[in-house]
């Protein structure tokens, strides 16, 4: 993308003004308090939250087309809302369900959408959350531990049966539904009902315990096929692109979200007789944060508005805001860690919440490190030989 | 962005230029008549007012007047020579300026016929600017009379060039440093203004050291109210960090360009740790232009955010990193040197001449235009409002300060 | 090392040991009158006195002394669990208890029958120790009469099991804060000291808080004079900070040891980009070993530096980029945790449990022991002589100061 | 090298004295004005400084035997002479001929031992002064482009001719002897009188104007046989080893100094009516800076001790001490110049000399990075494979 045809990095309007709208409903809704309660409880995800994001606030059927009942709006929007629930560490699946599983699913138009898109049903991608999202072997890169088996008598026509493990799969506990990419003959995404016989779910104990994960294992699961040999892998290479970016928008929230607790914090807390915040080695470093976060809001939009427009530059732009978001993400969140001293180091202060999302959203979908390897391939940059022995 | 102002706009700029160059052939023009004529035609910076060079139409526009100008073989005022005048004199002159000034120099500033240069840092005051000890005094006469100035600048840059500088100077040091301080445009051709060079650890001298000896400045020369230059200094300073880091570049220009370029072409010099920094770096640049290019937009849409202190930080930090990896890249080369003597370069880059000089330039650019401490100080108190430095300098009057 | 002080000396010591380990043989007799034995043998930390479990002789004298013992299976008093005592307590106890509290307490502090924790954090004096608000009011009677102190300590290490507490409180809230506290060590047991686990970002409470409500200390059982705790706190904290940043270990000992590993044993899981940091890294805590042996060495000879700021603020950046670094190594599993569970664990580990947990945990090391922000400033003032900050908080009467 | 033989990392009391010895002379006899002076003549080394330093207070020989009239003191002493050359930036080729020249003589017993510990003659070693010592494989990294031709009619037996180029050589233009590697049948070592026919000698604009370097061209020069085949590989190695070593050791007295200068700086210059070095925020990093030379004088002290007891350990401590000086003087004199603020940034002002001896350092023999990598090699840490493809 030459400098010429440069998107809108800004906000519009219409942006900020659904920001407002998913920023009141966490915050009226999902209080550090609250979130702090959730992750102790067995069901670390507030379901009647994202009911109220998902459906009443539209947040799950902005990707979706309003043939489906969606708001047929773009990646642009949907990364504001990436960026909300991140800066609120949001107990939903947003980004697993409305993001995820619906991108998966969105060129094969089926009908599993106008569910999603209205609430009522949520979806998991299940891939493991680690997972690169392949740059320029798509193929080579999708393989996956599932099988798919012959139908089963009775079974009806469009309907197989799945074997095979996926480890560490985000947002599998709460969906109603499981894109399941399966290898056989061709590579193909199926739809599997997660109450189904031959499924089960283990959790996980996540890093970031808000987000949780599950290691699922489908032994004979019925499964009914969604899209099968290259338009199946490039639904799921879709997805996993999508969602790197929009984790990357949600990262510039966690970021933001930091640095203002940081500086609110330091402006109150007083040591020696004045704030610590009128410490001139804490300004400055409370300036890098600030400065990590403009240049990381830059690339976010970047990355959001090349989703938004099919543009060819996409896997750059996905590949700078993955790692300019996830480094920003985990600096800003470590200086809120340190600048909180010691209350920031306890289970009772919110801040932990913010760094352990910055670290495992950083992690999710490959490290920063991974990107920028990736990136030096895209833009011509070939590593040197090893040179140890020299 | 040409979107932005609605493609109707462009098109109609388009076609009065196309009707300039139909009554203005640059093959048979003057170079400056033509430059006069473009001028006046409003087509200078068409986002300035009518009749001083613009047509009062958005700044976005201006590419698109370039472009055509350039397609013709129109003359350029060579703004790689006049940097001060368009970057800092213009703007400051715009929004400070009385009518008859604004009349009086920003048709010359822009065609080149009169440079511009800046006085305003003094060896005693570099990031404590408002500090500043170069008198001036008022005599009384006919027309407001007029001013008498005495000190030394240093850093200026194009002073041996200049027609104009941009002083600011201390007109009462009876009051608190900020509210003494008063901006003038100076003539620098008389002979009470001299000039040195100042060289630099590059060789080059770049810069210079400017002193003045009762300096006549007639008061109509005066830029803002007597007593108000801090206000009108703190806007040239904020043209000034916009044009060293937010300068429009495609990606891959500048520095990183460099550097990417001698990886490409050097299979040989290449080491896995230095790959790393590169694309670290190629990351950085390439996000950095995307700020910069996101805070244009809303500049453009007068939406003005305070990322242009970011922006100067960044560009100076990555500059640095990138000219030091250059220079390790450049294996056993790395090690000599082009050239020490002393010369006075005719224009200034930062891209310029070889690996060891753009390393050892690139260290001036956290200095030059605000430190990147200064820098790191605006954004803190002025933009996170975290609480000022105790301050015991900003309440009693200059003159009774400990120096 | 050994050389340092002369062979002699260390045949000699190796030869006593032997000695006593034939009249005491660790298999057949009780373990706590064993090390009592070796406590009254001057064999416990030989560089302490005679008389207090020592020889008088050289520090680095130690390590012969412990090898020994440990080749014959005598039973240790298990430092890892009593390093407070070991690291802080004791040191403070010697330079500045009287004999009789030396005599009381050191013998039963080195066994390990008595645990010691530390109580200085509160609340609102975390940097700002000095500020701290828990009162101990003196009340006359026989033998100096005793003390009553109340107020709340955090990030107490060992509180739940310790017998003994390093107490600075404020004795005089009439004085300018450091005038006004007094150093004791205060009974654990007593009703009137609460303790409660202070849960940490691991899920862990390895802390707690510690509430004192009238708790009664007798003054022989305070350290120092009155009005003079924070000398003596000083003295605590500069050997935590030693305990902390400047432990002997061998070459890959510690964090880079478990990265190292991991980055051997997993080829599947190396990245480019990581091998940069990790060799990075592996130098960096390379050389920080070789600074640390540098400062033993200046130490035992008798000349401390002032590198011991170094070595914690070294220690804590390194030990947090390395648990990064695992974590980020770690692949996939560096998304999962072991165990979210509040538990107490009975010692404390910087390298215990899995990659997650080291990541959060290390998080602490630039805070606990005096957070890396004001080991800078120590440096700043105390080493290189720079200006201290302007303190409005070090001359006005503690009790008048805005909180 | 293990924990239970560590050497003693501190200076000694005679190492201390000849460093005051040192120091006073080149605090006389070369203060910045004078080296500035020099640097803009037609001769930027100080040759009579030279002789009283390698002469009168004996730095020439303090790595030759007694046999050989030296002082047969170790490079521990010779460190220090280093460590206060690096300080001062002394232009005087210690380094060039009192330790690399010097070195690849020691243990060929060579005549001109005699002359070097004297101080009569001075001696460069002709390869380029980029060369990273050989790690692993010395003798494939010692090829040299100088080719030794056949005797000449009437030549002396020990005697044959030089044709080739070397670039970049540090010393060669004071030397009065050029020691030649050059390849063959075998690899050999060679002493060159500098002003014999067949050698010219072109001066270098190098980036160090006080380190001033010369390209060799030999054109059947004349040479004189001083070691072959594997004892003049080996020399050449253990020249290389120890000038990278004793130039990390000149690095950290170059870190010491920026160090020094900018403290004492930053609480003369006043700002804001008050010295700038009571901002918080530059007393942090000047202690970052005092933190980085802490670390590097360990690993400087750690590479001599080593050296001296031809310990097996060396390969890695000077790899070490290489990489850590090297990035200590950098960062040292890149915060001198940026703390001096304008002053520091002229020609007038001595930053730079610091500033170019410190990036020419780390340069020379290697950048740290490049040692980092030899230092992977050493302690098994293998590079990861090219990912970028992924």
Known sequence: MSAQTMPDLRYSQAEEDLRAAVRELLADRAPWPAILALIESSEPTDGALWRTLAGDVGAAGLLIGEQHGGAGASFREAAVVAEETGRAVAPVPYLESAVLATVALLDSGDQLLAGLASGAVTAALAIEFARMPPASRPGAALASAVRFVPAAPGDPGDRVRLSGTVAGVAGALLADVLLVPADGVPFGLYAVDSHAPGVSLAPVVSLDATRPLADLTLDGAPARLIALGEPAAHAVAAALTAGAAMLACEQLGVAERCLEMTVAYVKERRQFARPVGSFQALKHRLADVWVAVTQARAAARYAAACLAEADPDTPVAVALAKAACGEAAVHAAQECVQLHGGIGFTWEHPAHLLLKRAKSGAMAFGTPDRHRAVLAGLVGLPQAPDSSGD | ?403
């Not at chain 2, 060079?53 to 590419?63: T, V, W």
């Not at chain 2, 694309?279 to 453009?300: F, K, P």
């Not at chain 2, 430190?371 to 100080?377: A, D, G, M, Q």
């Open chain 2, 1 to 403: 962005m040409l979107e932005a102002a609605g493609p109707a706009d462009a098109g109609e700029l388009r076609q009065r230029v196309r009707d300039f160059l139909a009554d203005h052939d640059p093959a048979a023009m003057d170079r400056l008549d033509f430059l006069h004529a473009r001028f006046d035609a409003g087509l200078a910076w068409v986002h300035y007012p009518p009749g001083l060079g613009g047509l009062g139409l958005s700044r976005e526009l201006q590419s698109a007047v370039d472009a055509e100008f350039a397609a013709a073989g129109g003359p350029t005022n060579h703004p790689e020579r006049i940097g001060i005048g368009l970057g800092m004199a213009a703007p400051t002159i715009l929004a400070f300026g009385t009518p008859e000034q604004q009349s009086r120099w920003l048709r010359p500033l822009w065609t080149g016929e009169e440079v511009w240069c800046q006085l305003f840092s003094e060896p005693g005051a570099g990031s404590d600017l408002a500090g500043l000890a170069t008198r001036a005094v008022h005599e009384p006469g006919p027309g407001g009379g007029h001013w008498r100035a005495t000190g030394q600048k240093v850093w200026t840059s194009l002073a041996h060039r200049a027609q104009w500088g941009l002083l600011l100077a201390r007109t009462d040091p009876d009051v608190p440093k900020h509210a003494g301080l008063t901006y003038f445009a100076a003539d620098m051709t008389q002979q009470a203004v001299e000039v040195r060079p100042l060289r630099q650890l590059t060789g080059e001298a770049e810069f210079n050291e400017v002193f003045l000896s009762d300096a006549v400045i007639p008061d109509r020369d005066r830029i803002g109210e007597v007593g108000g230059g801090w206000r009108v200094a703190q806007g040239t300073l904020m043209n000034e960090r916009i044009a060293i880091g937010g300068g429009a570049l495609p990606r891959e220009g500048g520095m990183i360009g460099l550097a990417a370029a001698m990886w490409r072409e050097h299979p040989e010099l290449r080491t896995p740790g230095l790959h790393d920094r590169l694309i670290r770096l190629w990351a950085d640049a390439e996000v950095a232009r995307l700020a910069s290019e996101r805070l244009r937009q809303q500049l453009a849409a007068g939406q003005p955010g305070p990322e242009g202190s970011a922006s100067k930080v960044v560009f100076a930090r990555i500059n640095q990193d990138l000219a030091a990896l250059e220079l390790e890249l450049s294996g056993a080369d790395g090690l000599r040197y082009d050239d020490w003597t002393l010369r006075r370069p005719g224009e200034v880059s930062f891209y310029g001449r070889r690996p060891g000089y753009r390393y050892l330039r690139a260290r001036g650019n956290s200095i030059e235009g605000g430190t990147s401490e200064i820098l790191h100080n605006v954004i803190a108190e002025r933009v996170l409002g975290l609480p000022a430095e105790s301050r015991a300098d900003t309440s009693v009057p200059w003159k009774d300060l400990p120096r």
